[in-house]
């Protein structure tokens, strides 16, 4: 029977309870709803989909499902049961195996089967299974990490192929109990059973040189090695003493060269090394680390103080960038040039600055203006006016949520985790605000690393409060138990994500801060309202010194901070921020708008103590000699001896977007360009000349309009539908059409049988099923093919390979091969007919 078909019939006996917990487990199933359990039974086989439920297994589901996969085959009806399972599984017993195998079936990966032909009536009496059959295309070619069979790695490998009969052929002369072998398949035979035993390896190993186990060892978990010169011809008849690990190994096939470069530990070879398991590493729990601890007060200290550093930084950011934009590249992101300018600014480090620059960036806090490819701060910007503890909880939501990751700046280029032709720096390193920092899969991965933390907090905190330290090693030891799938994208992220999270206070001191366990839990509020006791309010008030410096005593008000930093220069770091008064800094101020009353006024409000002499002395003396020349924007001038005609026009209505300034009874000028003010002045009746050529080009900026409430609202990745659209599914299935199709031996071809939507999937996933059934058996099928002018013909042919959407297929009527599109098969039809 079809595997698919199987399927739906095992998805069809199933309560509404256990449906549901299908749907919450693998959401996919059910967008779009499937018409019946034949389309929700292919939809779960779909690669896409196993892949997506395979991501979320446990290193001992894993296990099972590669081992299972292993020791089954659907063509020729060989299933599984629990019993079968350990004897492949070291350590392992049945009734563990039980449960991981319900478990296995409740994801649809694996479903319900036929004890195998020839078997016992107390074995057959046991529950037999049989993975998905999209499962050996996810797993890949090495699963649990054993590479492939002698068999198959004459099938593949041309050059193994030539090279394997005199491989046998030396052996047996050197003496080693193998049979001769007069093909390559009989010869991959003969040393599939020299292989077979774990006892004789072993006995074989003992006279290998020395560092040969060491160099087996590093195939423990894959198969495939990296060796150079690894098609270098070694013989066993002339083998020298002192041959090495890999030429000892070549020379009696015990490794396979794939290439120049690379080679291969077979099936039997790397069984026998694990004792003839193929699970030889099998445990139901998690593994616990030896971690250190912290008191609660201590971290909670850590993180208050990075809370408020990281507030105080992200103002004094947007304070510079509103003083100087931050310009970008031609390729995109901004230059390290650029970025050492601000970092100097902040007092902070390069790689700081870029990830504070990031964060702030994802937040909203800083946006791109399009008109002059600089990041500005935004008009109105309500980050400002919020208290301490919501700005916080702004910049956790738009972390949480956001797919770039501001640890990513700095790092090398062109990794994997980088696409490719993207911005990067001069050193081959990515640039901030550059595309090279986005990743898709940083939420989930933020948000399981966050879980993480919380379960290890759990499992190893003290009674007394103390808190377990967690570094990135733990992290990613409970990372790869947990979801071992994912373990890679994990690694390369884990130390950034650790990073940012103790940047955020979600971290202090190396633990999971309590604020960081209520994020974790998805309790935001109860964060904020933690955060809210805790965090110190923000100082409105400085304190002068004649030094011409003012100290503030404490983290100040983002609009009190911004207004000093605006006549004053920041020197150091930590929140005692000391501000320096200088002759430049005043005249900042003055060139800003503000004149020294309302400077002297402004520091009489905000300091708790009295404005030092000197410091008065400073802002009247520069301010007495402001303004003496005075420069301004003007793009054109209008002069004439006619002083009336200046005033008409000064006084013109029409005339007030031209910027008019007066700078002497017969002298204008304008911040319009010559041709726009000739243009606005021909229109009030007079005659212009014009001494400039200058282009009549009208530039357009663009203006965008007052953005309302730009708060980011963090919502977890959704892990299952809702409840109504499971009911509307389940409503759906259970009036539809039963799980069969049109036969045992015929299918739907790919291309569909012109039903809209997810029948066609369904359909589609079984003609695909009987195609690479005919491919894997050497059996001839009936297609019904129809050509460019709609044709339909229908073909006796036998499937050679599917791939890229076309079918290679041997024609016996004809004698040749052909290729086929998919989509223009209609159905195929299984026949019974063997390639002889």
């Known amino acids: 029977m079809s595997q698919?078909?199987?399927?739906?019939?095992?998805?069809?006996?199933?309560?509404?309870?256990?449906?549901?917990?299908?749907?919450?487990?693998?959401?996919?199933?059910?967008?779009?709803?499937?018409?019946?359990?034949?389309?929700?039974?292919?939809?779960?086989?779909?690669?896409?989909?196993?892949?997506?439920?395979?991501?979320?297994?446990?290193?001992?589901?894993?296990?099972?499902?590669?081992?299972?996969?292993?020791?089954?085959?659907?063509?020729?009806?060989?299933?599984?049961?629990?019993?079968?399972?350990?004897?492949?599984?070291?350590?392992?017993?049945?009734?563990?195996?039980?449960?991981?195998?319900?478990?296995?079936?409740?994801?649809?990966?694996?479903h319900r089967a036929d004890p195998s032909h020839g078997t016992g009536a107390p074995a057959?009496?046991?529950?037999?299974?049989?993975?998905?059959?999209?499962?050996?295309?996810?797993?890949?070619?090495?699963?649990?990490?054993?590479?492939?069979?002698?068999?198959?790695?004459?099938?593949?490998?041309?050059?193994?192929?030539?090279?394997?009969?005199?491989?046998?052929?030396?052996?047996?002369?050197?003496?080693?109990?193998?049979?001769?072998?007069?093909t390559p398949m009989d010869a991959a035979l003969a040393l599939q059973h020299w292989t077979g035993s774990p006892e004789a390896l072993q006995d074989l190993l003992s006279r290998a040189p020395e560092r040969t186990a060491a160099l087996l060892d590093r195939f423990g978990n894959w198969a495939m090695g990296a060796v150079p010169q690894a098609q270098r011809r070694v013989s066993v008849l002339t083998e020298t003493a002192d041959a090495g690990p890999v030429d000892w190994l070549l020379a009696r096939g015990l490794l396979v060269p794939l290439d120049a470069a690379h080679v291969e530990l077979p099936h039997s070879v790397g069984l026998a090394l694990r004792g003839g398991y193929v699970i030889d590493h099998f445990a139901l729990a998690p593994p616990v680390p030896n971690l250190g601890l912290t008191s609660a007060a201590l971290r909670r200290n850590a993180a208050l103080g990075a809370i408020a550093e990281t507030l105080r930084l992200a103002g004094e950011l947007l304070h510079a960038v509103q003083a100087q934009p931050l310009v970008t590249l031609r390729s995109g992101g901004v230059g390290v040039r650029e970025m050492k300018r601000l970092a100097d600014t902040l007092r902070i480090g390069l790689p700081e600055a870029g990830v504070l620059v990031e964060l702030c960036a994802l937040a909203g806090l800083l946006r791109l203006d399009v008109d002059s490819s600089a990041w500005v701060q935004p008009e109105q910007l309500e980050w400002l006016t919020l208290p301490r503890q919501e700005q916080w909880l702004w910049l956790v939501n738009a972390w949480l949520s956001s797919e770039r990751v501001p640890s990513l700046v700095g790092q090398p280029a062109g990794g994997a985790s980088a696409p490719?032709?993207?911005?990067?720096?001069?050193?081959?390193?990515?640039?901030?605000?550059?595309?090279?920092?986005?990743?898709?899969?940083?939420?989930?991965?933020?948000?399981?690393?966050l879980e993480i933390l919380q379960e290890l907090t759990i499992e190893a905190g003290a009674a007394d409060g103390r808190a377990p330290v967690l570094d990135a090693a733990a992290v990613?030891?409970?990372?790869?138990?947990?979801?071992?799938?994912?373990?890679?994208?994990?690694?390369?992220?884990?130390?950034?994500?650790?990073?940012?999270?103790?940047?955020?206070?979600?971290?202090?001191?190396?633990?999971?801060?309590?604020?960081?366990?209520?994020?974790?839990?998805?309790?935001?509020?109860?964060?904020?309202?933690?955060?809210?006791?805790?965090?110190?309010a923000a100082v409105n008030h400085v304190l002068l010194q004649a030094d011409l410096t003012a100290v503030a005593p404490g983290y100040l008000d983002p609009e009190l901070s911004g207004k000093l930093l605006a006549m004053a220069d920041a020197e150091g770091q930590g929140p005692a921020t000391i501000y320096r008064f200088s002759v430049g800094s005043i005249r900042r101020a003055l060139d800003a708008g503000q004149d020294a009353a309302g400077l002297l006024e402004f520091l009489r409000t905000h300091s708790a103590t009295a404005v030092p002499q000197p410091l008065e002395y400073l802002i009247e003396d520069t301010a007495s000699r402001h303004a003496r020349l005075r420069v301004g924007p003007a793009s054109s001038f209008i002069q004439s001896e006619d002083e009336t005609a200046l005033l008409e026009l000064l006084n013109a209505p029409a005339a007030a977007g031209l910027g008019l300034v007066r700078l002497a009874p017969t002298v204008l000028v304008s911040t319009a360009a010559p041709r726009d003010a000739a243009q606005v002045m021909r229109g009030l009746g007079m005659t212009p000349s014009l001494d400039d050529a200058a282009s009549a080009v009208v530039r357009l900026r663009r203006s965008a309009a007052a953005p309302g409430s730009a708060r980011p609202v963090y919502t977890a990745p959704r892990s299952a539908p809702e409840d109504a659209d499971v009911d509307a599914q389940l409503a759906v299935l259970r009036g539809g059409h039963p799980a069969g199709g049109t036969?045992?031996?015929?299918?739907?071809?790919?291309?569909g049988s012109g039903a809209p939507g997810p029948a066609a999937e369904a359909s589609t996933q079984l003609g695909l099923e009987t195609l690479h059934r005919a491919i894997r058996l050497k059996q001839a099928v009936m297609m019904n093919v129809v050509d460019g002018l709609g044709n339909a013909t229908r073909e006796r042919v036998v499937p050679l390979a599917v791939s890229g959407g076309r079918v290679r297929v041997f024609d016996p009527a004809r004698e040749t091969e052909r290729v086929l599109s998919v989509h223009r098969i209609i159905d195929v039809e299984a026949t019974e007919e063997l390639l002889p």
């Not at 081959?428 to 920092?437: P, Q, R």
């Open 476 to 536: 990613l030891e409970r990372a790869d138990w947990s979801q071992p799938r994912m373990a890679r994208r994990f690694s390369s992220l884990i130390r950034g994500v650790l990073a940012e999270a103790e940047m955020l206070g979600l971290v202090g001191s190396g633990a999971l801060s309590q604020i960081g366990a209520e994020i974790a839990l998805d309790h935001p509020e109860t964060a904020l309202g933690i955060l809210g006791e805790h965090l110190p």
């Open 743 to 751: 036969g045992p031996g015929s299918a739907h071809g790919p291309g």
């Open 124 to 182: 057959a009496r046991q529950r037999h299974y049989l993975p998905v059959g999209s499962l050996k295309d996810v797993i890949g070619i090495y699963p649990a990490g054993l590479g492939r069979s002698y068999t198959e790695l004459v099938r593949l490998q041309p050059a193994f192929a030539q090279r394997v009969v005199q491989l046998v052929a030396e052996l047996h002369q050197s003496g080693a109990g193998i049979a001769p072998a007069d």
């Open 420 to 449: 490719a032709g993207r911005a990067a720096g001069a050193a081959g390193t990515i640039n901030a605000l550059s595309a090279e920092a986005q990743r898709p899969d940083a939420p989930v991965v933020r948000k399981r690393i």
């Open 4 to 110: 698919i078909r199987a399927l739906g019939e095992d998805l069809q006996a199933r309560s509404d309870d256990s449906l549901r917990a299908l749907f919450a487990a693998r959401p996919d199933l059910m967008i779009p709803a499937v018409p019946n359990f034949a389309a929700l039974a292919a939809r779960a086989s779909g690669r896409v989909s196993v892949q997506r439920a395979l991501e979320r297994l446990n290193r001992p589901q894993m296990q099972v499902l590669e081992a299972l996969h292993l020791c089954t085959n659907a063509d020729t009806g060989h299933s599984a049961s629990a019993a079968t399972l350990k004897r492949l599984i070291k350590g392992s017993t049945v009734a563990a195996l039980e449960r991981l195998l319900a478990s296995l079936q409740d994801l649809a990966l694996v």
